[in-house]
């Protein structure tokens, strides 16, 4: 999965500009196809609609890192629709289901327990997880 978005990020030369993409985007299923595909692998929602749905989902796909979506695989863990979690201490730990990751999801868990309701999909040992992330911190804090 990650050659194809290597593969897909390689076009970005393709378009000058949107409204290239928009026209392509009217007559290519193939592309539509391609992007629907790659969005639901990272980003776990389906695209449909309208052209600008296709272009949204293909500006995210074109900026979106490779060392993040490879996390992005990993990740076990899956919020509920409109689900967002917030760190008030640090809020460069904000997690909603477009950047979830395992590190970010077992800090909320670990940090708040009870937040386990906003997640649709949980790893059956996820609570082991959250206890070895927090001996892990604890010993990287000394």
């Not at 393709?14 to 928009?22: G, H, I, T, V, W």
């Not at 800090?107 to 649709?120: E, M, Y």
Request: glycine share 2%.
């Amino acid at each position: 999965m990650i050659q194809q978005l290597k593969q897909f990020q390689s076009k970005r030369k393709q378009y000058a500009n949107l409204a290239e993409l928009s026209v392509d985007l009217r007559t290519n299923q193939a592309l539509k196809q391609e992007i629907e595909h790659l969005y639901k692998a990272f980003y776990h929602q389906t695209v449909h609609g309208c052209n600008n749905c296709y272009m949204d989902a293909y500006v995210q796909l074109m900026n979106l890192n490779i060392d993040d979506a490879m996390k992005k695989l990993d990740c076990q863990f899956r919020l509920r629709a409109g689900a967002l979690l917030q760190d008030f201490d640090d809020s460069s730990k904000l997690c909603s289901q477009a950047n979830i990751t395992r590190e970010l999801a077992l800090h909320h868990l670990a940090k708040n327990p009870g937040c386990n309701h906003l997640f649709a999909i949980l790893p059956d040992n996820w609570e082991q997880q959250v206890a070895d992330y927090q001996e892990k911190q604890s010993q990287l804090a000394n």
